[in-house]
T-cell receptor
Framework: NAGVMQNPRHLVRRRGQEARLRCSPM?????VYWYRQLPEEGLKFMVY????????ESGMPKERFSAEFPKEGPSILRIQQVVRGDSAAYFC???????????????FGAGSRLTVL | QKEVEQNSGPLSVPEGAIASLNCTYS??????FFWYRQYSGKSPELIMS????GDKEDGRFTAQLNKASQYVSLLIRDSQPSDSATYLC????????FGTGTLLAVQP
């Protein structure tokens, strides 16, 4: 039973390019969460999605960032016109049900490490 | 006030000692609490969850919850160098809210 799969594991982009990070949740999980971790900092919530719906995007920067979780296929975090400050590890997590119930544990993927030159 | 607060550390303990990691949270309505461990360069992994006041033990790990004081802690007995990592406290709302983590260094 594969866990949460993220790709690419490492991505290098030049300033102004686009970055696309993909996340396939665990089998049976329909809730996906994206977190960003800057070097030497904690995990910052970005966005929470359920199939085809954005539930909470309160942690997403207002510009250049978008996320989707289509009916078919992985969730995608898209960063347009990347800047050096976007360099970070981006973690995806999934759960079977909503995190608020407390019983639904989040399982994390290995992360995608974005470097902007 | 931050929703989940932890001392960033580093907390340094000798091998074999008890490491005590602490976390406070602001939402009195929180019902469940999680401890994740994150090794450098790796992703977080769940090590403990606790839902009721009191202690919950799992091997060398004990989670302690005091809802009246809005305080949750993690004790690691017989600390090993392999326990050296960042320990993240997390509280669910409609997502999981993490503290900034405490870096634990176990000295051989």
């Amino acid at each position: 039973n594969a866990g949460v799969m993220q790709n690419p594991r490492h991505l290098v982009r030049r300033r102004g390019q686009e970055a696309r990070l993909r996340c396939s949740p665990m089998k049976g999980h329909s809730h996906v969460y994206w977190y960003r971790q800057l070097p030497e900092e904690g995990l910052k919530f970005m966005v929470y999605l359920q199939k085809e719906n954005i539930i909470d995007e309160s942690g997403m920067p207002k510009e250049r960032f978008s996320a989707e979780f289509p009916k078919e296929g992985p969730s995608i975090l898209r960063i347009q016109q990347v800047v050096r400050g976007d360099s970070a590890a981006y973690f995806c997590a999934s759960s079977q049900g909503a995190a608020r119930s407390g019983a639904n544990v989040l399982t994390f993927g290995a992360g995608s490490r974005l470097t902007v030159l | 006030q931050k929703e989940v607060e932890q001392n960033s550390g580093p907390l340094s303990v000798p091998e074999g000692a008890i490491a005590s990691l602490n976390c406070t949270y602001s939402d009195r309505g929180s019902q469940s609490f999680f401890w994740y461990r994150q090794y450098s360069g790796k992703s977080p992994e769940l090590i403990m969850s606790i839902y009721s006041n009191g202690d919950k033990e799992d091997g060398r790990f004990t989670a302690q919850l005091n809802k009246a004081s809005q305080y949750v802690s993690l004790l690691i007995r017989d600390s090993q160098p392999s326990d050296s990592a960042t320990y993240l406290c997390a509280v669910p709302s409609n997502k999981l809210i993490f503290g900034t983590g405490t870096l634990l260094a176990v000295q051989p």
